[in-house]
Nanobody, 115 residues
Framework: QVQLVESGGGLVQAGGSLRLSCAASGITFITRAANWYRQAPGKPRELVATITSDGSTNYEDFVKGRFAISRDNAKNTVFLQMNSLEPEDTGVYYC?????????WGQGTQVTVSS
């Protein structure tokens, strides 16, 4: 069974940092892309960052230069390093992995940035 388990969310002051982790079972990240999405209260879920099977990364403009997505193949885990956090970054962050027949999502982890 495929499962994505997220951790690392929490409460942080503006300007601080958090490192989110997404540990996978049942799939291997080295063979597929992985994404981080987030959803702020009352707003649609939006893409934050992408890492492809060959290690290429892409970021949405609102996090470019502050966030970094990475992958540890030995641990089968994807990370999102978040620096210079702003209150606008507050939301539930989700790990996402496109599959062959369906997409897989983590349960989400809450990130709250206070001003």
């Amino acid at each position: 069974q495929v499962q994505l388990v997220e951790s690392g969310g929490g409460l942080v002051q503006a300007g601080g940092s958090l490192r989110l982790s997404c540990a996978a079972s049942g799939i291997t990240f080295i063979t597929r892309a992985a994404n981080w999405y987030r959803q702020a209260p009352g707003k649609p879920r939006e893409l934050v960052a992408t890492i492809t099977s060959d290690g290429s990364t892409n970021y949405e403009d609102f996090v470019k230069g502050r966030f970094a997505i990475s992958r540890d193949n030995a641990k089968n885990t994807v990370f999102l390093q978040m620096n210079s956090l702003e209150p606008e970054d507050t939301g539930v962050y989700y790990c996402h992995a496109p599959g062959r027949f369906r997409d897989y999502w983590g349960q989400g982890t809450q990130v709250t940035v206070s001003s």
